[in-house]
């Protein structure tokens, strides 16, 4: 499964690099993730449950982090397992200014991915994937203007 | 007298079937039943680098879970069930499947652990818990690729991937080209599907410590060698390992492949724990575990003279087998052979190489690798008919073998490893009757011309076929007559459908003139009967269906002995009918069967020494070789231009199976054989992603034909009989497949006047759809 795109975020490069790094923003912008910790630096554990068509379960998560150049580039390593099947792959993630302050992200994965969400939920896997980005982009937009409300409060 | 063979005598199961009475093996349940789940592989191929089953034997109801290291020497790759062909020269590399995987994975669904637990949810639960680290390696899934140097090997210990290499000819190819005025080669494609029975395969297996016997039940086409297997594995004596395959909701060939994992660990299990164990195959599991068939290209040519006759044929081919070949060569060299169809060839050449893919494993299924080589030969001809200017059905009719070119030597090696001889036949009727049946001259005169121009693209297709059925190596039967007049047969072969129950007891009750309903017939329980091979290449009626003709045959003779010393009336002056035996001419004079039975089996007195006890006997019919039927395919398309869906319109089937027993079953058998062969040309496709993954591993997305889909086949029936066994038999099991894609591809291509090439099947709408554009595109 190959998703590609761009976002652009409502706010300073710094920041969405900071929350890109953070577990527990994580956890709560990617759909399903029931559990999202920092085992090392740049390693992530968690477990996420998936609604695909017809199917749902439970997945765990590890994702490692590489090729990290702050603010501005970083390359995911994901490997997930659980009942349904797997996915493996890696994400690529760029940041860069935008215009009036923004940030925009340009990202590319591609994940090979196997089992019963294949066989069973191949119709839907590609909707799915970028149903889940674009819910996960918009958590992140939340968590970003959150946290310069907040900054902003402290001020 | 005849009053039962070839009348369409209503099926005596079908009452237990249609009432839901019949016994499957998911209808078995016993006393402290438990039940497995197998862990399978997400990975079509993967290093096996540790499992870990700790938390999963924790679970709730978890009682037991084996992995490849919990069964000891148990642990075994299955047997090769066929060896290759003596073919000089040819390669053949054996690897079988094993019980769990050990080291290393190889299709999508390979079997890794096996849990046993108090229900069937409870060990899917426990399933999830099972901690597997496989280390993913590249996949060789396409057909081609995989005999690159660099592909990943799927066998480490071979070379490459290559399973076998088998090359075959007769007469001189390249001197019969040299002389030919057309020289036609294409490519062709014969994708891979799921046989997709209504039954998924089941096995129950209960061990009873006191009487020290292991009784399963098992959706396998052949109980007699699981018995004789699981025997040999378990360290038991034949007798002491029961197996009964009761009604099976349809085999077409995947059940009779052995052993499946399940079928070596669900017995073993039951014996280990004293608890029988069952496990039922979900839809899903089906799709992994379940043995698939017919991905197979064929880089083909035909050589003629500018009249149309076949100078010679030159075929080389792959074949995917799959992860493993434990059924050796059965389907490559079906193609190889069933090419030659009804034809005069004087030269063939054909070669084909077997090749291991990360694929689940290819054994026949329903046709078994026929369609392939009918697909190439019939596409051929309406290609040379095409270049030459000759009508599709002349050309055929140029190049029939006549009647008196019977019994027929095609010089090459058949998949029973005797000479591929047809035994009888007469093919021209056969291509006339079709063709006026459906009306062919009409239609490419009349009919199609008028509905071109209303804008219609219909089309019609024409094909012949051959079907080698009813080879060796033997069936059995017993026959007994019981003092109620009773008559009980028991035969080896499993039933999955065919009317086994009706047509054995057609032909006892000719022999012994008893009423149809008064013979019981028992299938596929090895307490009943002892020897047998199986329900395979559409071998029944022929093979196990002579057996019974001759022990009942027996069992008449004895009868009349009998008779002889009761009515005191040589036997010449008596006959069998109404349940008795009786002078002829003086129905009074009479002494029932069922008396002569006990008569036979006395309290005092003595049984003349030399003669069995009972008014019983057993045979056996092994026959040289098999019995070849033959028939045609003729149907009438119309495709959407915009959709690309394809309605079938008129379907005829003009076939001879020799002597008909029971034209209904024969009927329902081409029927039911359309039916999958439709499926098989335009709907059902197994789609795998480099990686190996099954894309479709579901009835939402692998489609079947519906029933709106099938239309009802017009069927006549020709009887040319064999020569190979008394009552004139042959196989149908598969006619009504072989020849479906064949007659679908020339019809489509028909119906679009020529601009498409279908080298291809099946196809969908889809595919269909973007061979129309490509043919529009400038």
């Known amino acids: ?155 | 007298m005849t009053p039962y063979l070839g009348k369409r005598v209503p099926r005596n199961e079908d009452a237990r079937l249609l009432t839901g009475r019949a016994l499957f093996v998911d209808d078995v349940q016993l006393p402290g039943m438990l039940h497995a789940a197998f862990l399978r592989s997400d990975h079509a191929h993967a290093r096996l680098q540790s499992i870990d089953t700790t938390a999963a034997r924790l679970g709730p109801g978890v009682v037991a879970i084996y992995t490849a290291d919990d069964l000891g020497t148990y642990w075994q790759a299955g047997p090769l069930l066929v060896p290759p062909p003596p073919v000089p020269d040819s390669v053949f590399h054996v690897c079988t499947q094993v019980p769990l995987a050990r080291d290393k994975v190889r299709h999508v669904g390979e079997p890794i652990a096996m849990v046993v637990a108090e229900s069937r949810y409870l060990a899917e639960d426990a399933l999830a818990d099972i901690v597997v680290d496989l280390e993913p390696l590249e996949a060789a899934v396409d057909l081609e690729r995989a005999l690159d140097p660099g592909a990943a090997r799927i066998h480490e210990h071979l070379d490459s991937n290559l399973a076998a290499h088998v090359h075959q000819q007769k007469g001189d190819y390249d001197a019969a080209r040299a002389t030919a005025d057309v020289v036609i080669a294409r490519r062709f494609r014969y994708d891979r599907g799921a046989s997709a029975a209504i039954e998924n395969r089941a096995v129950a297996a209960a061990w009873d410590a006191r009487s020290e016997q292991l009784t399963i039940w098992d959706t396998t086409q052949a109980p007699i060698p699981i018995r004789n297997g699981l025997a040999r594995m378990l360290g038991l004596a034949e007798s002491q390992v029961h197996v009964v395959a009761p009604f099976v909701g349809g085999g077409f060939g995947p059940k009779i492949m052995m052993f499946y994992p399940e079928e070596m660990l669900v017995p073993w299990a039951a014996r280990q724990l004293g608890r029988p164990v069952k496990w039922t195959e979900d839809r899903h599991e089906n799709f992994g575990a379940t043995t698939q068939e017919r991905g197979q290209i064929h880089d083909a040519e035909i050589a003629l003279g500018r009249d149309g006759r076949i100078l010679g044929v030159r075929d080389v081919f792959l074949h995917d087998t799959g992860a493993y070949d434990p059924y050796g060569l059965t389907v490559p060299i079906n193609s190889q052979c069933t090419l030659l169809g009804v034809y005069k060839v004087p030269a063939y050449d054909s070669a084909f190489s077997a090749v291991f893919t990360n694929k689940p494993t290819v054994t026949p299924v329903r046709g078994a690798g026929r369609q392939h080589g009918v697909f190439v030969m019939e596409r051929l001809l309406d290609l040379a008919a095409r270049e030459l200017g000759i009508d599709r059905v002349e050309i055929r009719r140029r190049n029939l073998l006549a009647p008196a070119d019977f019994p027929h030597d095609h010089g090459i090696i058949f998949q029973d490893f005797t000479s591929l001889t047809y035994d009888s036949g007469d093919y021209l009727p056969a291509l006339e009757q079709a063709a006026a049946t459906i009306g062919y001259e009409r239609f490419v005169r009349d009919d199609q011309p008028r509905l071109r121009a209303e804008g219609r693209r219909v089309g019609i297709g024409i094909v012949n076929y051959v079907e080698g059925t009813g080879i060796g190596p033997y069936e059995g039967a017993r026959v007994t007559v019981e003092p109620s007049g009773l008559v009980r047969v028991a035969t080896g072969v499993g039933t999955q459908g065919q009317g086994h129950f009706t047509a054995f007891a057609q032909i006892v009750a000719d022999t012994l003139g008893v009423d149809v309903g008064s013979v019981r017939v028992v299938t596929g329980d090895t307490r009943e009967f002892h020897w047998g091979t199986g329900t395979f290449a559409s071998r029944g009626a022929v093979v196990a269906g002579t057996a019974c003709r001759a022990a009942a045959t027996t069992v008449r003779d004895k009868a009349l002995d009998l008779a002889e010393q009761r009515l005191g009336v040589p036997r010449d002056r008596l006959e069998l009918a109404g349940g008795s035996v009786r002078v002829k001419g003086d129905a009074g004079t009479s002494v029932g069967l069922g008396d002569l039975a006990a008569h036979a089996n006395p309290l005092r007195g003595a049984v003349t020494s030399g003669v069995e006890p009972g008014l019983e006997a057993t045979a056996y019919f092994g026959p040289d070789r098999g019995s070849t039927a033959n028939g045609v395919h003729a149907m009438i398309v119309e495709v959407d231009p915009e959709t690309a869906l394809v309605r079938i319109d008129r379907y005829v089937v003009v076939h001879d199976c020799g002597h008909l027993i029971n034209p209904t079953i024969v009927e329902g058998q081409i029927q039911g054989g359309v039916a999958h062969g439709i499926g098989n040309a335009f709907y059902e496709q197994l789609i795998f992603d480099e990686q190996g993954q099954i894309a479709n591993a579901s009835f939402m997305d692998y489609l079947l034909p519906l029933a709106t889909d099938v239309p009802d086949v017009e069927m006549a029936h020709r009887e040319t009989p064999s020569p190979g066994n008394p009552d004139g038999l042959k196989g149908v099991g598969e006619a009504g497949c072989i020849a479906t894609g064949a007659a679908f591809a020339q019809a489509v291509e028909d119906a679009l006047g020529g601009t498409v090439e279908i080298l291809e099947i099946p196809l969908s709408p889809n595919r269909l759809f973007a061979l129309m554009r490509e043919a529009e595109a400038p």
């Open chain 1, 1 to 155: 499964v190959k998703v590609a795109g761009t976002f652009t975020f409502r706010g300073p490069r710094s920041v969405v690099w900071e929350l890109l790094q953070d577990p527990d923003v994580l956890s709560k912008a990617l759909p399903g993730t029931r559990r999202l910790v920092r085992t090392a630096d740049d390693r992530y554990e968690g477990l996420m449950k998936v609604g695909l068509g017809p199917l749902t379960a439970e997945f765990s998560l590890s994702v490692t982090l590489a090729d990290k150049v702050p603010p501005e580039h970083f390359t995911m390593h994901i490997d997930s397992k659980g009942g349904l099947g797997f996915a493996r792959g890696t994400a690529v993630v760029d940041l860069a200014d935008a215009a009036e302050g923004g940030t925009t992200m340009t990202y590319g994965s591609d994940l090979q991915i196997g089992g019963r969400i294949v066989s069973v939920g191949q119709r839907v896997v590609d909707t799915a994937a970028r149903s889940m980005t674009e819910k996960g982009l918009e958590a992140l937009q939340r968590a970003l203007d959150e946290r310069l409300a907040d900054r902003s409060g402290e001020r």
